[in-house]
């Protein structure tokens, strides 16, 4: 039973030299298709729903955005397929070749190339014309590329036309190049061929990767893990534990080399694709995987996108912003770059001087006491109390110098900047080994990380091996002859020894890794100000304290579908809660904090509980309308955010908060990416572990 419906473990010895098990990835995706609680509710076309979004097949990036090579290639119409990449005789006698296929209002549609005759020295041919691409209803197509070659050729004077068969060039009119067809041969779309006359369809997937504990106890315990759950289906659905599928952890191997195992089933799968049983359509199909977005927290997503990480002066991996001077010195013990599990970066509030749970030295410096000379809020968090002026006209000399200096680095920080792209990366990844080729390069090779942001944790394994073989060597031709000998041993082609990431067709780690608003924003923005509130606002205050517990006991919250608050919890322990806490902290915080901190406190509260809402909308009914909205209250909070200290932007999550309109218009509604479905899936990661001999469980 096992070895014929159970899904097999893969070994694999990972490149960096650690050993673990892949679960296969083939046979999970054929136990989807034949399980009738899960196939019905499976998307594997994208859909043109207008201005609505709700679920990932209506948004960009599945819509428009996928290579046409990764999408679903065939479509049955009137009993006959029809792929994409072959002329199809329309109605009027037009001949076209359709790209992709979609949904409107429940009818089929493709988006279709035109079609132009050209003469070449063998007679006339067919010339696809990409651009502008046009739409075609199912109603329009009469002849599949298998028909209307014979047609052709059984009369050749009915259509005045070229053989389908007779595919020339491609003609792209908005960039003047042609080149050469290659996207199907005589025989049509190699689909088409290997089918034999079966469907082949698109299998979208989320996948996810992140660290947890494998102990009950609170001794960290680290195990990397990789999930995934299919894109096509509803959120509702994908949000059930029972639809996110397990692929392998370890507490040896890093992500980056359990991702190559699986980035190698994944070619695999799009290369000889996977023979399953269609439940619903009682027939065998044909499936192949596609990769649609990476998720998990920042740390993670940035490892995965060969990105230095939040601490590097390059922060942000989605674009080139530049920590601004003013915020390039981060407090010593800020942690922003080493999220743990929903605690995720456990540093404190930059707003006061002092942490109850660690010495002041981890802070950064208050903002200064208001005086006559501050021309405003912005300019307060410029002084530091360590820079004590000698006269009050020397303090006001020293905040006006550098006011400028500060908006104009908030002003670049709150702002996307050109963004990041897979092509570059792989460059600069390729350039740093041309660098290593030569002698003491490992000096310069991380500052060119750190110049450009690029770092990737992967080649780093072969780097190293460079950089050691010839340490210790005396002589110049000792370290040369080393070299030589550690560059034959290791794998010829650079792209074997960088990340896997970038082996995977129509993904960009830097567009395709979508901000998580779980920890951006509850294990963020939330957390930081409640526990500025509680350990600096009110700190000392024991009055207030009790007050604001009181407040939140007293507050009716049963039209928000939660539990009455435990107060006492909430303020006595802020350094400690979770998740769900400050899920219930944003809804309720303008109501019971007025009065109790300073006004620019308040109004930036007020302006994150008007952002929260809109961040977990499920359903988008008018979308543009919606992101100009978003748009604006992003604005507002980063604003009012910087009217409160500009010491807050120091901390790159408020520069991340400014991806999020583009990723809802590219993957849909930021709840479909949420990673809470795959969080709570530690637990029975963590159940497993504790109970396993502790020999590395993989």
């Known amino acids: 039973m096992q070895q014929l419906y159970g899904v097999e473990s893969i070994p694999n010895h990972g490149a960096l030299g650690h050993r673990f098990y892949v679960n296969n990835l083939a046979q999970i995706i054929a136990q989807e298709m034949s399980n009738p609680a899960v196939r019905p509710h499976l998307s594997f076309m994208p859909e043109d729903a207008g201005q609505r979004l709700s679920e990932a097949r209506q948004a960009a990036r599945w819509l428009h955005e996928l290579p046409p090579e990764l999408t679903t290639p065939s479509a049955r119409i009137g009993g006959k397929d029809y792929f994409t990449f072959e002329p199809a005789l329309l109605t009027n006698s037009r001949v076209a070749v359709p790209v992709r296929w979609f949904t409107r209002e429940n009818q089929l549609f493709a988006q279709c190339w035109k079609m132009q005759v050209v003469q070449t020295h063998g007679g006339p041919?067919?010339?696809?014309?990409?651009?502008?691409?046009?739409?075609?209803?199912?109603?329009?197509?009469?002849?599949?590329?298998?028909?209307?070659?014979?047609?052709m050729l059984a009369r050749p004077d009915a259509y005045n036309i070229p053989l389908a068969s007779k595919m020339h060039s491609v003609y792209d009119p908005n960039r003047a190049i042609c080149w050469r067809w290659t996207y199907s041969s005589e025989a049509g779309n190699p689909w088409r061929v290997r089918g034999g006359g079966a469907r082949v369809m698109a299998f979208p997937i989320w996948l996810y990767c992140d660290d947890t504990s494998g102990n009950?106890?609170?001794?960290?315990?680290?195990?990397?893990s990789f999930l995934f759950t299919p894109a096509g289906l509803s959120r509702s659905e994908s949000q059930k534990e029972y639809n996110v599928h397990f692929l392998c952890t370890s507490n040896t191997a890093t992500p980056l080399e359990m991702l190559d195992g699986i980035v190698k089933q994944i070619e695999e799968a799009q290369l000889n694709v996977i023979w399953?049983?269609?439940?619903?359509?009682?027939?065998?199909?044909?499936?192949?995987?596609?990769?649609?977005?990476?998720?998990?927290?920042?740390?993670?997503?940035?490892?995965?996108?060969?990105?230095?990480?939040?601490?590097?002066?390059?922060?942000?991996?989605?674009?080139?912003?530049?920590?601004?001077?003013?915020?390039?010195?981060?407090?010593?013990?800020?942690?922003?770059?080493?999220?743990?599990?929903?605690?995720?970066?456990?540093?404190?509030?930059?707003?006061?001087?002092?942490?109850?749970?660690?010495?002041?030295?981890?802070?950064?410096?208050?903002?200064?006491?208001?005086?006559?000379?501050?021309?405003?809020?912005?300019?307060?968090?410029?002084?530091?109390p360590a820079q004590k002026p000698q006269s009050r006209k020397r303090t006001c000399q020293v905040i006006i110098d550098t006011v400028d200096t500060i908006s104009q680095a908030i002003h670049n920080f709150i702002r996307a900047r050109r963004p990041r792209n897979k092509e570059e990366t792989r460059a600069k990844l390729r350039s740093y080994f041309e660098d290593a080729k030569f002698i003491g390069m490992k000096t310069e090779i991380g500052k060119a990380q750190t110049k450009s942001g690029i770092k990737d944790r992967f080649q780093l394994h072969f780097l190293e091996q460079i950089f050691d073989s010839y340490k210790g060597r005396r002589s110049a031709q000792e370290k040369?002859?080393?070299?030589?000998?550690?560059?034959?041993?290791?794998?010829?082609?650079?792209?074997?020894?960088?990340?896997?990431?970038w082996r995977v067709q129509g993904l960009d780690a830097h567009s395709d890794t979508p901000v998580e608003i779980l920890h951006v924003v509850l294990l963020g923005f939330v957390k930081y100000f409640w526990r500025d509130v509680i350990k600096n606002q009110l700190k000392n205050k024991q009055v207030k304290k009790d007050l604001l517990a009181t407040r939140l006991s007293c507050l009716d919250v049963s039209g928000l579908g939660l539990s009455p608050l435990a107060g006492h919890t909430l303020v006595q322990y802020a350094g400690s809660l979770v998740g769900r806490d400050f899920r219930a902290i944003a809804?309720?915080?303008?109501?019971?904090?007025?009065?109790?901190?300073?006004?620019?406190?308040?109004?930036?509260?007020?302006?994150?509980?008007?952002?929260?809402?809109?961040?977990?909308?499920?359903?988008?009914?008018n979308l543009d309308a919606y992101l100009i909205s978003l748009q604006y209250e992003i604005e507002q909070f980063l604003v009012r955010a910087a009217?409160?200290?500009?010491?807050?932007?120091?901390?790159?999550?408020?520069?991340?908060?400014?991806?999020?309109?583009?990723?809802?218009?590219?993957?849909?509604?930021?709840?479909?990416?949420?990673?809470?479905?795959?969080?709570?899936?530690?637990?029975?990661?963590?159940?497993?572990?504790?109970?396993?001999?502790?020999?590395?469980?993989?």
Not at 658 to 672: E, M, Q, S
Request: aromatic share 8%; glycine share 4%.
């Open 276 to 384: 399953a049983w269609d439940c619903h359509l009682k027939e065998a199909v044909l499936v192949f995987p596609v990769v649609l977005a990476l998720l998990g927290d920042n740390p993670m997503q940035s490892e995965l996108a060969s990105h230095i990480g939040l601490r590097g002066r390059l922060f942000c991996r989605a674009c080139w912003v530049e920590r601004g001077k003013v915020f390039g010195s981060r407090p010593s013990g800020d942690d922003d770059d080493s999220e743990v599990g929903e605690a995720e970066d456990d540093d404190e509030s930059v707003t006061g001087n002092v942490s109850d749970t660690g010495s002041d030295s981890n802070m950064p410096p208050p903002s200064p006491s208001p005086s006559a000379c501050e021309p405003s809020p912005v300019q307060q968090s410029s002084a530091s």
């Open 125 to 151: 041919a067919w010339q696809a014309v990409i651009s502008p691409l046009y739409t075609v209803s199912a109603s329009e197509f009469l002849r599949p590329y298998p028909e209307l070659q014979q047609d």
């Open 216 to 224: 009950l106890s609170k001794k960290w315990n680290a195990h990397n």
């Open 587 to 621: 809804q309720v915080a303008p109501f019971v904090l007025q009065d109790l901190v300073t006004p620019e406190c308040y109004e930036t509260w007020k302006s994150l509980s008007k952002l929260v809402p809109l961040l977990w909308q499920p359903q988008i009914t």
């Open 480 to 501: 040369e002859i080393a070299l030589k000998a550690k560059l034959v041993s290791l794998p010829q082609e650079a792209d074997e020894m960088i990340n896997p990431v």
């Open 643 to 698: 009217r409160w200290t500009a010491a807050w932007f120091h901390k790159p999550k408020f520069h991340i908060l400014v991806h999020i309109p583009d990723h809802i218009r590219r993957f849909g509604p930021a709840i479909l990416f949420a990673t809470e479905q795959f969080e709570s899936f530690n637990a029975v990661i963590r159940a497993k572990s504790i109970h396993s001999n502790r020999q590395a469980p993989s």
